[in-house]
Each structure stands twice: as C-alpha cells, then as structure tokens.
C-alpha cells in the first residue's frame, strides 16, 4: 500500500481549493463520513443536516429529486452548512459536450454553480468537457470531482476508461479536487480526495444493482479517503445515531492507516 499521509499534509498538496478546505475541514473535525441525502421533501433534507451536520464533512444532494425545490431551500442548507461546518456535493454526474454543460452548471432552474461546493463529472465526452466549468469555478473555487468507478453492477467504468479519468484529472489539477472511485489505484496522487459510494454496515445490496462495503473495508482495505453513506443513515429510526457510528467506523479506519 502507498504510505500513509495525513489529511493535513495533504490539504498542502492539494491543487484545488475545495480539496484544501475539504482535507482542512475533515482534519479539523475529525470525520471523513460523507452522507447522500436522497429524500425529495426539502423540509425532509433540512431537518436530516441539521440532525447529522455535526457528524459529517460532505452533505451529497441530488437537487433534481427535490419536489418542492426553490431557491429558499438552498439559502436554509447553505446555512446549516455553515452552522455545522460541512460542505455541500451536488451529485450532477455531468457528461455532456463543455458548451452545453456551462448552461447546465449555471443555469437553468438549478443555478448550481452558484451553491454547489463540488460537482461530479462523467469522462464520456473526453477531457474538454473541464472547459465547461473552469470559468465559473475559477471564482468559486469549486472543486469538480471525476468519475473513475461506480458502485453498482456491471458498472463500465473500469479498465483503461478509469485509467483515463485519473490521467484526466492529473492533466487539469486546478479545477479536479477528486475521484469517485472503489479504491485507491497507485496513479492517484496524494493531492486528489478519493470518495467512495456504495457504503452500508449490513447490506448485500438493493434490488437495483447497487454494492455495498462496508466502511473499514473501504477506508481501510481500498485505501480511499471518504465514505458516502445513503440509505444506511437518512433510512434509519434514529440518523443521528447511525451517523455516528459511521462516523467512528470510517474515522478509525482512517486513523488505523497511520
Ligand atoms: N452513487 C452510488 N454509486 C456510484 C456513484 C454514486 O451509489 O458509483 I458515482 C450515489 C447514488 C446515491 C448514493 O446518491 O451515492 C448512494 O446511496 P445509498 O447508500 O443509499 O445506496
């Protein structure tokens, strides 16, 4: 395995500033639990981040699921955000042509440049679709977050496509603050943040081809940095609870690689 590098030291290598303040922020918190918040209430979303903010450095969104969504909604997490010191993730999975992919990151009902802290992208359309972003996140500082795996079954994204998005990602350092990925692979360099979905304590799956590991295993075994945790927290009776648990499982793991 790559020898060990703590958050801190990595918030120094990191090229874009969104990797800073997210290895700064998990360092200082103490957490490298990410949570999916896909519930499509806005009043559900709100109550969930202020019920686990304290527990979490990353609240992952799906804004386009959000049946009641209006610009208020993003001003109300934007401040639980700030009162819990978490980031905001909206999971987009942009995989259009750049010019195209501008309008959708800025406009449209969404505005998501305007409040998202980190975007995913697909490398489908090849390295120029960066272009799309690096204007309007050169003033936001936002970090665009590749995506080298997936989680689920038969996922394509393997083989030399991931070798690909890593290269990618290593030739547009500024604007590229991670991967999404299922492990660590030796070409991904310290200052990326690698975030891995597809987290649950015990589950074999779902229905529709989702995987799941669990959090030591993740951390631990594949080496990755982050867990993104859905249905294992915002399902449960009591998410807060859940959430600390997860917490700790994936920031011991994370401590145990020292
Ligand atoms: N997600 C995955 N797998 C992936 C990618 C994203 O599950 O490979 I890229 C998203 C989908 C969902 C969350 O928003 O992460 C996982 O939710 P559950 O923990 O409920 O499965």
């Given at each position: 395995r790559a020898p060990f590098v703590s958050f801190q030291e990595r918030a120094k290598l990191a090229t874009n500033p969104t990797a800073n303040k997210l290895f700064q922020l998990m360092a200082s918190k103490k957490t490298n639990l990410a949570v999916a918040v896909d519930l499509t209430v806005k009043q559900e979303i709100l109550d969930l981040a202020e019920k686990i903010g304290s527990e979490i450095c990353v609240l992952k969104t799906?804004?386009?699921?959000?049946?009641?969504?209006?610009?208020q909604f993003i001003k109300d997490l934007q401040a639980i955000a700030a009162k819990h010191n978490f980031l905001i993730f909206e999971d987009r999975k942009f995989a259009d042509i750049g010019n195209t992919v501008k309008y959708q990151f800025e406009n449209?009902?969404?505005?998501?440049s305007k409040w998202a802290d980190m975007v995913t992208i697909h490398g489908v359309a090849g390295p120029a679709i960066i272009d799309g972003f690096r204007e309007s996140i050169k003033t936001t500082g936002a970090g665009l977050l590749l995506l080298a795996q997936m989680s689920s079954k038969g996922s394509m994204c393997v083989g030399e496509y991931t070798n690909q998005m890593v290269e990618m990602g290593k030739s547009n350092q500024d604007a590229v603050m991670g991967f999404i990925c299922q492990e660590r692979l030796s070409?991904?360099?310290?200052?990326f943040v690698l975030m891995t979905p597809g987290v649950q304590f015990n589950s074999a799956g779902d229905s529709m081809g989702q995987q799941y590991n669990t959090p030591e295993y993740v951390i631990?075994?594949?080496?990755?940095d982050v867990i993104i945790v859905g249905r294992g927290i915002y399902?449960?009776?009591n998410p807060k609870e859940e959430a600390i648990k997860y917490r700790t499982a994936s920031w011991s793991a994370y401590e145990s690689k020292q």
């Open positions: 799906h804004v386009d699921i959000v049946q009641d969504y209006d610009q449209g009902v969404y505005e998501i070409a991904m360099s310290d200052n631990k075994e594949k080496n990755t399902k449960s009776s």
